[in-house]
């Protein structure tokens, strides 16, 4: 797997302060996607062990951050190795919230309970769903590039069998 991007900050890829690292690799094709470098596989740089281990010490780090974003590219065409890297940072910081983006709709990676990319989703606390449609691209929209995407509540939506939308804290309400 390689990674196409990796940034120790952002407040754009998710509530708070995060850590957001793009996965190389995209079939989705979406006309008019942000960066379609990214859906090159051998796009990047290899994310071999010591780069792994680099990135959750300096995660590991960093007592400000609120969680880590998975994006890409879509890291569901490298569901595996992307459910390793989560795997690896947990085992340092139990718990540590991640969100993920992809092209996928929710429903498309539920379809098959036990597939590799129903066991990324279920690893993660939200994910931002579903291919970016150019004619509904909305600058208004937090966290989305498109009003098709959604932001969804991973275990709660699996716990319910049906989608639950992810709603913010109440700390970040009306900021
Ligand atoms: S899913 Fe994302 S990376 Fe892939 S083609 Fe669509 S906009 Fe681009």
Not at 104 to 110: A, C, F, S, W
């Amino acid at each position: 797997m390689n990674i196409c991007g990796y940034y120790p900050e952002s407040i754009n890829e998710g509530e708070g302060l995060r850590a957001v690292l793009f996965i190389s690799g995209c079939r989705h094709r979406c006309p008019g996607c942000f960066n379609p470098k990214t859906w090159n596989f051998n796009y990047g740089e290899a994310f071999t062990p010591e780069r792994r281990r680099e990135i959750i010490e300096e995660i590991a780090g960093n007592p400000l951050l609120d969680g880590l974003t998975l994006a890409g590219g879509d890291p569901f065409f490298s569901a595996e190795e992307a459910a390793d890297f989560i795997h690896e940072l947990r085992a340092e910081l139990p718990g540590f919230p991640v969100w993920i983006y992809t092209g996928y709709t929710y429903e498309e990676l539920t379809a098959s309970p036990g597939s590799a990319e129903w066991k990324l989703l279920a690893l993660c606390q939200v994910v931002i769903d579903g291919r970016f449609v150019e004619e509904l691209k909305d600058l208004t929209l937090s966290y989305r590039g498109s009003s098709n995407q959604r932001i969804i509540d991973i275990p709660a939506s699996l716990a319910g069998d049906t989608v639950v939308l992810w709603e913010p804290e109440l700390s970040f309400q009306g900021v």
